[in-house]
C-alpha cells in the first residue's frame, strides 16, 4: 500500500515513540536509584575484577583466532541470502510453479557452495 | 510530514560522511565499514525514491546490493586475514611495497 | 505466471552449469590441469552457442544481441588463454588450486552479464560477479606478500568506486523513474539535462566510476601497483576482461542513455582521454619492471579506445570494438612472452633480463618484435589498425586535433615499446637466457602472434565484423 507522495510517514508510530521514552526513563531511573539508595564502602579485593582471590592476568582485551573470523565469514555469506527468501515466500501465491523451480535452484546453487565449504574443511575447527 | 527531500538530504549526507571514512580511515576494516555506510546511504536513497515513485525495482535493487554487500565484506575480511598473516598489520599504510 | 524466453541466456546458463561442475570436480580431483583442460573445452563449446543465442528476455532487462555477442566472443577467448597460460606459471609457485579457475570462469560470466545488460539491475550485479572475482584472483597467490598488498589494494578502490556507481545509479532512479536503460534513455531525451543538475551528479558520478575500472587518468592510481603485485597469468586476464567489459557497458550506456546529451560528456571525456594518454605513455618511460610497464601501457590504451567512444558515432564505437579484440591478442601475447621468461629461465621481470634474448632463441625475440611493434602501432601489425581506425573515427566526428595529440602520444610510446626490443637484441647477455617454444604457451603465443598478423594485413573482415555488430 502505498501512501501518496509527500504524506508518507510517520502516522502510526507514536507507540514506538512513547516505549523508547519510557525505556530510555526507566534504564537511567534505575541506575540513578541504584547510585542513591546503595551503602557504598569500597576496599581494594572488592575493586579488583575477580574478587576470588585469583590476581588479573594480561590485558582485558585479547586477540580472537583467526578461526572465529573463517566462520563468522561464511556466516555473512550463507545468513544474507535469506533476504532472498522472504519476498519467494510472501509473494509465493503469485507466482507459482516456475517461482518454486527458481527458488529451488537458488538453493541447489547455495547447497553446492556449502558443500564445497564443507569438503574443504572450512568447518574443521582443530 | 516528510518529504522526498529529506531522505535524498540524508542518504546524500551519509554517503558522504562514509566518503570521508574510506579517504580519512588508515584502518582497513574503519574503510570496510566505511564502504558499508556508502551502500547503506545508496539503500536509503534507493528505498525512499522507490516509494516516490510508486514502483518496485528499487526494493529489488536494495536487496540485491544487501547481498552484493555481504558477499563484499566476506571477502573484504578474508584480504584482511591475508594482510595480518602476510604483513603483520591492519593499517593501508603497510602497503607500501609496490610504488610507482 | 508466464516463463521467461530463456534462449538469449542460454551462454551465461552453461557457463554457470559449468562453474558449479568446476566447483564440485575439484572436491574429487587432485591434478588440477584437468580443470583447466576442462574450462578451455567449456569456454570453447559456450563461444559457439553464443552465436545462436539471440534475443531479449526478462522484460527488457537482458539483450543478446549482435554488439554483446561480439565483447562475449572476447571476454571467452580471454578466459581461454588464461586458463592456458596459467597452468605452469601456477605450478611454479604452488598455488594451482582449483579455485582459480571457478574464480576465471565466474569473472567471465560477470563480464557476459555486463555486455548484455538491458537494465541497470543486471549491470551492476554483472559488475560486482565480475570484480569480486577478480579481487580474489589477484590475491590468490597466498604466501605471497606481493599478490596480497595487490589485492587489497584492488578490493579497496573497486569497492569504493562501486559505492560511487551505485549511487549515480540511485540518482538517474529518482529523476527518471526507471532503471531500464532504454526508458532512461527516452526519459532523457525528452527533458534534456541542462536543467536537472542531480541528473549532471549523476552523469559524473557514472564517468567517475567506469573510469576506476576501465583505469583512466585522474583513477588510474591503482593499476600499476595491482597489475605489478598479481600473478602474471590473472595480470593477463584483468587487463583484458574487465577493461572490455567497462567499455562495453560504456559504449551501450552513452549510445541509449545519453545521446541526446553527447555534447556535455564528451567534453567530460576528452580531457579525461587527453590525460590517461599522457600518463600512460610518459609514466611509461621511467618503468623497468616490464609487468609496471605494461600496466601503464595498458592505461595508455585505455585512453585510446576512449577516443572511440569520443567520437559518439557508430563509425567511432565499432572502431572501439574492434581495439578491444585486437588489443586483447597483442596484450596476451605479450604477457605470455614474460610468463614463458619466468617458467623457463627463471628470469625475473625487469627488462634488463632480457638482454640478449635474441641469441639464445631467435624466434622468441622475433615475436616479441612483431608484438611490441602491434602495441606502438607500426604497421603491418593490428595495433596500427586499430589505431588507425580510432583516429579516423575521430576525425570524422569533427577532433582533428585530438586524433594529432593522439599520435604525438602514440609516437611516445615507441620509445619505450622498442627499448624491450633494443635489449633484445643490442645488448650482450649477462647470463644465458635459455626458452623453448615447444610447449602450449609457445604454440598459444605463435597462434596470437599470427594473428596480430593476420589482422594487420587483412583488418577487413574483423572491422566488418564489428559493423555488423553495432547495426
Known amino acids: ?126 | 510530514m516528510v518529504s522526498l527531500d529529506w531522505y535524498v538530504v540524508l542518504s546524500l549526507i551519509i554517503f558522504f560522511i562514509g566518503m570521508f571514512g574510506f579517504l580519512s580511515r588508515r584502518n582497513i576494516i574503519m574503510m570496510l565499514i566505511s564502504i558499508e555506510l556508502m551502500l547503506n546511504a545508496v539503500n536509503i536513497s534507493f528505498v525512499a525514491y522507490s516509494h516516490y515513485i510508486g514502483d518496485m525495482a528499487g526494493h529489488i535493487m536494495v536487496f540485491l546490493i544487501i547481498a552484493v554487500a555481504a558477499s563484499e565484506a566476506a571477502i573484504g575480511l578474508a584480504l584482511v586475514i591475508l594482510m595480518v598473516r602476510n604483513k603483520e598489520t591492519i593499517f593501508v599504510d603497510g602497503l607500501k611495497e609496490l610504488k610507482w | 505466471m508466464q516463463v521467461p524466453d530463456l534462449i538469449p541466456v542460454v551462454p551465461e546458463i552453461l557457463m554457470t552449469i559449468l562453474v558449479l561442475s568446476l566447483l564440485v570436480i575439484d572436491l574429487f580431483i587432485k591434478q588440477k590441469e584437468y580443470i583447466a583442460v576442462y574450462t578451455v573445452v567449456g569456454s570453447l563449446l559456450v563461444i559457439i552457442s553464443v552465436f545462436y543465442c539471440t534475443g531479449v528476455t526478462f522484460k527488457g532487462m537482458f539483450v543478446a544481441d549482435s554488439y554483446s555477442i561480439f565483447f562475449k566472443m572476447i571476454f571467452l577467448i580471454n578466459v581461454i588463454f588464461a586458463a592456458i597460460i596459467s597452468v605452469e606459471y601456477l605450478k611454479k609457485r604452488a598455488s594451482l588450486y582449483g579455485e582459480y579457475y571457478v574464480l576465471l570462469v565466474f569473472a567471465t560470466i560477470g563480464m557476459m552479464i555486463m555486455a548484455s545488460a538491458g537494465n541497470l539491475i543486471v549491470l551492476y550485479l554483472g559488475l560486482e560477479l565480475m570484480a569480486l572475482s577478480t579481487y580474489v584472483l589477484a590475491g590468490i597467490i597466498r604466501t605471497d606478500g606481493l599478490s596480497t598488498e595487490a589485492a587489497v589494494k584492488y578490493f579497496l578502490l573497486g569497492a569504493f568506486s562501486s559505492a560511487i556507481l551505485l549511487y549515480g545509479i540511485s540518482l538517474l532512479y529518482g529523476i527518471t523513474g526507471s532503471l531500464d536503460i532504454r526508458e532512461i534513455g527516452l526519459y532523457i531525451a525528452k527533458e534534456g539535462i541542462i536543467n536537472n543538475k542531480l541528473l549532471l551528479l549523476g552523469l559524473v558520478f557514472f564517468i567517475t566510476s567506469f573510469g576506476f575500472k576501465i583505469a583512466a587518468a585522474p583513477f588510474h592510481m591503482w593499476t600499476p601497483d595491482v597489475y605489478h603485485g598479481a600473478p602474471t597469468s590473472i595480470t593477463a586476464f584483468m587487463s583484458v576482461g574487465p577493461k572490455a567489459a567497462a567499455f562495453a557497458i560504456f559504449g551501450r550506456v552513452f549510445m541509449i542513455v545519453f545521446p541526446a546529451l553527447s555534447g556535455s560528456w564528451v567534453n567530460l571525456l576528452i580531457p579525461i582521454a587527453i590525460l590517461t594518454m599522457a600518463v600512460g605513455n610518459i609514466v611509461a618511460l621511467a618503468q623497468t619492471n616490464i609487468k609496471r610497464m605494461l600496466a601503464y601501457s595498458s592505461i595508455a590504451h585505455a585512453g585510446y579506445a576512449l577516443l572511440g567512444i569520443i567520437a559518439a558515432s557508430n563509425e567511432g564505437l565499432s572502431a572501439m570494438m574492434n581495439y578491444m579484440l585486437i588489443y586483447l591478442f597483442m596484450n596476451v601475447g605479450a604477457f605470455i612472452l614474460v610468463i614463458m621468461l619466468n617458467n623457463q629461465a627463471k628470469v625475473g621481470d625487469s627488462i634488463h633480463d632480457y638482454r640478449g634474448l635474441s641469441k639464445s632463441n631467435p624466434l622468441a625475440a622475433f615475436l616479441m618484435l612483431i608484438i611490441m611493434f602491434s602495441l606502438t602501432g607500426i604497421p603491418p601489425t593490428a595495433g596500427f589498425m586499430g589505431k588507425l581506425y580510432l583516429f579516423m573515427a575521430v576525425v570524422n566526428a569533427g577532433y582533428g586535433w585530438l586524433a594529432v595529440v593522439a599520435v604525438i602520444f602514440s609516437a611516445i610510446s615507441a620509445f619505450y615499446y622498442l627499448r624491450i626490443v633494443m635489449f633484445m637484441f643490442m645488448n650482450e647477455s649477462i647470463e644465458e637466457v635459455k626458452l623453448s617454444l615447444v610447449d602450449v604457451n609457445g604454440l598459444l603465443l605463435i597462434i596470437v602472434v599470427f594473428m596480430v598478423l593476420f589482422i594487420g594485413v587483412n583488418p577487413q573482415p574483423f572491422v566488418e565484423l564489428a559493423r555488423l555488430a553495432i547495426l
Open chain 1, 1 to 126: 500500500m502505498l501512501n501518496e507522495p509527500g504524506t508518507y510517514l510517520p502516522v502510526g508510530y507514536l507507540p514506538i515513540l512513547i516505549f523508547l521514552g519510557f525505556s530510555f526513563v526507566f534504564g537511567l531511573g534505575s541506575l540513578v536509584f541504584g547510585l542513591l539508595l546503595r551503602p557504598r564502602r569500597p576496599y581494594a579485593e572488592k575493586l579488583s575484577p575477580y574478587e576470588s582471590g585469583i590476581a588479573p592476568e594480561g590485558e582485558p582485551r585479547q586477540k580472537f583466532s583467526v578461526k572465529y573470523y573463517i566462520i563468522a565469514i561464511l556466516f555473512v555469506v550463507f545468513d544474507v541470502e535469506a533476504v532472498f527468501l522472504y519476498p519467494w515466500a510472501v509473494a509465493f501465491d503469485m507466482i507459482g510453479l516456475y517461482g518454486f523451480v527458481e527458488m529451488v535452484l537458488f538453493i541447489f546453487i547455495l547447497v553446492i557452495g556449502y558443500v564445497y565449504a564443507w569438503r574443504k574443511e572450512a568447518f574443521v575447527w582443530d
